[in-house]
């Protein structure tokens, strides 16, 4: 009896499907993927055990009381908003963005208003940015010594 021969094929896989797989997907990514710019804010972070530092005559001073109210350069504002302190802001910087702002906050405010004011700062368009402190053997406020150590961006 005489069998018909079989054609032995080599088995091969079709790479064709995968590689339009792979460049589906990487067009998938490609699309979806979104780029934010992150805003960033250089701070000067406190130092307690700092001298106490000149009185720097073209700075705006923001205060942050106990109960959250802000004031620009002692000029207490009427409300607690964002925009009303950014507004202040502009207004007592005259338009000159590269004057530094000293954020001096009371010891039993919130956190949230002090971060409100950080950000009204940042939103405004100020860089220079520095925060008041009083050394551990104070125990009056008002010697308040800014930051000048020169921090790392946010």
């Known amino acids: 009896m005489k069998f018909p021969r079989r054609i032995v094929e080599d088995p091969t ?6 590689i ?26 406190p130092e307690a055990d700092a001298e106490q530092a000149e009185s720097v005559p073209n700075q705006i001073e923001v205060l942050v009381s106990q109960s959250g109210r802000y004031s620009v350069n002692g000029t207490m504002l009427p409300g607690t908003e964002l925009m009303t302190l950014g507004r202040a802001l502009i207004t007592a910087a005259a338009g000159d963005r590269n004057i530094p702002v000293l954020l001096i906050a009371d010891a039993d405010a919130t956190h949230q208003s002090v971060v409100t004011a ?25 010697t308040a010594v800014p930051a000048n150590d020169g921090g790392e961006p946010l």
Do not use: H, K, Y
Not at 121 to 136: D, N, V, Y
């Open 13 to 18: 896989i079709n790479l064709t499907p995968l």
């Open 20 to 45: 339009d797989v792979v460049f589906l997907l990487l067009i998938f990514f490609m699309v979806t993927t979104t780029f934010t710019r992150e805003t960033r804010i250089v701070v000067n972070l």
């Open 118 to 142: 950080m950000d009204a700062i940042g939103q405004s368009g100020f860089s220079r940015l520095s925060i008041a402190t009083r050394r551990a053997d104070d125990t009056d406020t008002s």
